[in-house]
């Protein structure tokens, strides 16, 4: 059993109750965490605030990672409230659509500063802020796809904008290494949460996915989740820095 008592997360990205972040959330608190939750705006905040209030999330607070403002409430709220942070799990991805529906040949600068900003550097700014709440160590997540190591039809931007997350996180992992702070990225196959709506032909994907898999299924927000939940105790303190694949063998197929 994996026992995450006496250690505290920060969740972002919850959209839902369908979210690869939210399996993450239930799953850390499952193993006995405490854990902060943002929601992005008033619009989405229904849909989040009853999935939080169902794990008891001590903080609950708006975050738009383009706002340094509500950054800097979240975590004077952290370091008001805990003093210290364990585990932060980055699950945000974003793309024009023009941009992520287009060629990348035909992608606008604007689009890809965007995806980058919003995707990627996010990811480093969160880590910053909790690197010094991190005193005794800690877990840092994020999310990728397999569109990041090989062509994948219709990922077209976001392709080369998790490759560039995953690159990241390895110099992350890196600098952070000696601090006793891991880094590592989550791959989840195709599965149906409201970002993957975005892409084209989404379903098509989810279904060549289930036919190429060796296990002849798709993972779920679960399955992620139970590795997220590994991956912040104890028990992962060496495992940093890598991409793992939670795709029911998707990936390792021609």
Known sequence: MIDLSNKRALVVGVANEHSIAWGIARALHEAGAEVAMTYLNEKAKPYVQPLAESIGAPIFLPLDVRNEEEADALFQHITEEWGTLD????????????DLHGRVVDASLEGIGLSIDISVHSFIR?????????????????????????????????????????????ELASEL?????????????????????????????MKVAVERSPMRRLATIDDVGAIAAFLASDLARNITGETIHIDAGYHIMG
């Open 177 to 205: 290494g000696p601090k006793g702070i891991t880094v590592n990225t989550l791959s989840p196959g195709p599965m149906l949460t409201r970002a993957a709506s975005g892409i084209g032909d989404f379903d098509d994907l």
């Open 126 to 170: 969160l880590l910053k802020r909790s690197e010094p709440l991190m005193k005794n160590g800690g877990s840092a997540m994020t999310m990728s796809f397999y569109g990041a190591e090989k062509v994948v039809e219709h990922y077209n931007l976001m392709g080369p904008v998790k490759a560039a997350l995953e690159a990241t996180s390895r």
């Open 87 to 98: 585990t932060l799990v980055h699950s945000i991805a974003f793309a024009p659509m023009k």
